[in-house]
């Protein structure tokens, strides 16, 4: 029983390079979430989405794009990285019609140099 | 929109009841109150949640007021496992489409055997 699993759990990047975060859920989920947590503060709404081929934006979702071109995966993308999105991110899925009972993955950890 | 406050943090000895208090004065009448915890390093973990009448399942239990201005939530065998941040959940903004859930600082629970 995988549940909600991102990859990879973790990275290093340099400031300006690209890359992609990958959320898979095997739980028929309509509803997948990208978070970020930093320290001292709570998560983050970044993007969102209620079902295959759309998306949502969330409280702070400048600098990421996100797609779902398959109902059980959830990609994050970032085109330019910055030191400001070293954080750790987390993504969630939920039933439709109970949207706040949500499934977290385990995170993946990015540092941007 | 209503807001929580909970203590910073609360010490349980193992194999005792953890109380951990929440209070929600400004919670409306059809908002559920949630929560979740976060073990060190790992993503956030639903555990209940509960409108006016108390609640039971096989991680807790949910005790909201009558006026339901505040709730306790209840782990009535306290494990060093169950060392984690506990968020209390009311305010659940609605997004264009779905919810989000609003993260506030929590109750670190430290369990001590």
């Known amino acids: 029983n995988a549940g909600v699993t991102q990859t990879p759990k973790f990275r290093v990047l340099k400031t300006g390079q690209s890359m992609t975060l990958l959320c898979a859920q095997d739980?028929?989920?309509?509803?997948m979430y990208w978070y970020r947590q930093d320290p001292g503060m709570g998560l983050r709404l970044i993007h969102y989405?209620?079902?295959?081929?759309?998306?949502a934006k969330g409280e702070v979702p400048d600098g990421y794009n996100v797609s779902r071109l398959k109902k059980q995966n959830f990609l994050l993308g970032l085109e330019s990285a910055a030191p400001s999105q070293t954080s750790v991110y987390f993504c969630?899925?939920?039933?439709?019609?109970?949207?706040?009972?949500?499934?977290f993955g385990a995170g993946t950890r990015l540092s941007v140099l | 929109d209503a807001k929580t406050t909970q203590p910073t943090s609360m010490d349980c000895a193992e194999g005792r009841a953890a109380n951990l208090p929440c209070n929600h004065s400004t919670i409306s009448g059809n908002e559920y109150v949630y929560w979740y915890r976060q073990i060190h390093s790992q993503g956030p973990q639903y555990i209940i949640h509960g409108l006016k009448n108390n609640e039971t399942n096989e991680m807790a239990s949910l005790i909201i007021t009558e006026d339901r201005k505040s709730s306790t939530l209840i782990l009535p065998h306290a494990t060093l496992r169950d060392t984690a941040v506990y968020y209390c959940i009311v305010r659940v903004a609605v997004g264009e489409y779905g919810n989000k859930l609003v993260f506030g600082a929590g109750t670190i629970l430290r369990v001590k055997s």
């Open positions: 739980m028929n989920h309509e509803y």
């Open positions: 969630a899925s939920s039933y439709e019609g109970a949207e706040n009972i949500q499934y």
């Open positions: 989405s209620v079902g295959e081929g759309t998306t």
